[in-house]
């Protein structure tokens, strides 16, 4: 097959929750176990570094591997979804996977596929295992997709796990309550494994003392160590924003640079940073400069998108993946730091959450562009565009997200700010090379 055809394959054969929801979560390890034996067991021929939580994983998983990378190290990063290409999943020191493997390595397992019956997920925590180990890497950083306990990237045993904040997202699959939710990410704790929390949340904490104390796993709560704050300056120009860092009440990294924007990153970099210190002391040698510098080119070491992106100057256009409660309200709170006359928002939802909590949280005073992301998970717009309006928020449906974006550039003065969000999948349809 082609590298399209293989695609096609794959998402035509094993179900893919990112585009069909529910129908394509499998939980249980049962089959990701059964793919791994089959190939040998790749989870163990590398050391890794395993990142769960609601909010914060994607990018905290990419700043961890950009200073590993800057430090000289071989880095495997996978993470998920893509935004707008397959291949993004899989990374070798922020070279995305080689479409050729994909293609031989689909058609070298087909028949165990067909007898297995993986998910679409499962076949894809086994193609990166399968090529980390192969690649030789010194160390892989693995973001969890859904949950952690019964998440298909749950056969590792890493160095140290890393559990970013805890916020409502996929009740249907992991619970209604925080501490549910909290406890099936500490599903990844494993005996004896170091566990870094970034930050330290009432609801869910014994949460994760118990689990850690049930399997004599050394607990970092990471924000009690590290705290970060937002120098002054405005970043949405440059792209970097400057943080001051504190350890134990002293300073850490002065006037360091971030190349990531938006306020909420403060929040991650605390966990990150006892991450990079519990493999300090395991033997990485991870000296200041090799931090400092991937934290600043973060994007270029590992190809991240979508983490208050900025594609445009006048008017000022941002996109950003924050898609539930916790991530809207984060959005808003960086919105409202911004100068502008008017806020055009394109605005995009799935269809398996009520978009009710997180439309109350979006400014009234905004003009909106309601829109429907190319896949069959996607809200349809117009139905989006009328429970906003329930809501009191001005605006009509665009349909797709391209014309949305159009529609709202093209309303837009020199100093207005055009937001771009509301679903990955949105920002997915964004073309992060037309400034």
């Not at 190939?39 to 570094?49: A, C, L, Y």
């Not at 590993?68 to 996978?78: D, E, I, K, P, S």
């Not at 999943?89 to 007898?115: H, K, M």
């Not at 300090?280 to 208050?308: D, K, S, Y």
Request: aromatic share 8%; with cysteine.
């Amino acid at each position: 097959m082609t590298y399209s055809e293989t695609l096609a394959y794959l998402y035509a054969q094993l179900p893919m929750y990112q585009r069909v929801g529910a129908a394509g979560f499998k939980k249980g390890l049962g089959n990701t176990l059964a793919l791994a034996e089959a190939m040998g067991h790749p989870e163990r021929r590398f050391r890794s570094v395993h990142v769960a939580g609601t909010n914060g994983k994607g990018s905290s998983s990419h700043l961890v591997a950009a200073v590993l990378q800057a430090a000289g190290y071989r880095v495997g990063l996978y993470t998920s979804p893509h935004l707008r290409e397959f291949t993004e999943r899989i990374r070798l020191n922020g070279a995305e996977l080689a479409p050729d493997y994909l293609v031989s390595w689909v058609a070298q397992w087909r028949p165990l596929f067909e007898e297995v019956q993986p998910s679409f997920f499962e076949m894809c925590v086994a193609l990166a295992y399968s090529y980390f180990a192969e690649s030789e890497v010194d160390v892989a950083v693995v973001e969890v997709g859904l949950g952690g306990r019964l998440d298909s990237t749950n056969i590792i045993t890493p160095m140290v796990s890393l559990i970013t904040n805890i916020s409502y997202d996929h009740q249907a699959m992991l619970g209604n309550t925080l501490p549910e939710i909290a406890g099936e990410k500490a599903g990844i704790i494993k005996p004896s494994v170091s566990v870094v929390v970034s930050q330290t949340q009432v609801e869910v904490r014994t949460v994760f003392e118990q689990k850690a104390a049930a399997e004599s796993a050394p607990l970092t709560f990471a924000d009690a160590h590290y705290r970060a704050e937002l120098a002054a300056g405005e970043a949405a120009a440059t792209g970097i924003q400057l943080l001051q860092v504190s350890r134990d009440g002293q300073p850490y990294l002065e006037n360091v640079e971030l190349g990531l924007l938006g306020d909420y990153q403060r929040l991650n970099l605390p966990g990150v940073l006892a991450t990079l210190d519990e493999l300090r002391r395991q033997g990485f040698a991870l000296p200041e400069a090799a931090v400092r510098r991937g934290l600043r080119e973060v994007t270029q070491l590992t190809g991240l998108h979508g983490r208050w992106s900025i594609l445009g100057q006048q008017p000022l256009v941002i996109a950003d993946t924050g898609h539930n409660e916790a991530g809207i309200r984060l959005v808003v709170q960086q919105l409202r730091k911004l100068h502008y006359k008017k806020l055009h928002l394109v605005i995009g939802t799935v269809n398996d959450k009520d978009p009710g909590p997180v439309l109350a949280l979006l400014p009234s005073e905004g003009i909106y562009y309601f829109c429907q992301a190319d896949i069959p998970r996607a809200l349809p717009g117009e139905e989006l565009a009328a429970k906003a309006q329930a809501l009191g928020l001005r605006g009509r449906n665009y349909g797709s997200v391209a014309a949305a974006v159009a529609a709202a550039r093209a309303a837009a003065g020199p100093n207005d700010v055009v937001f771009i969000g509301g679903s990955t999948f949105v920002v997915a349809e964004v073309d992060f090379n037309e400034q």
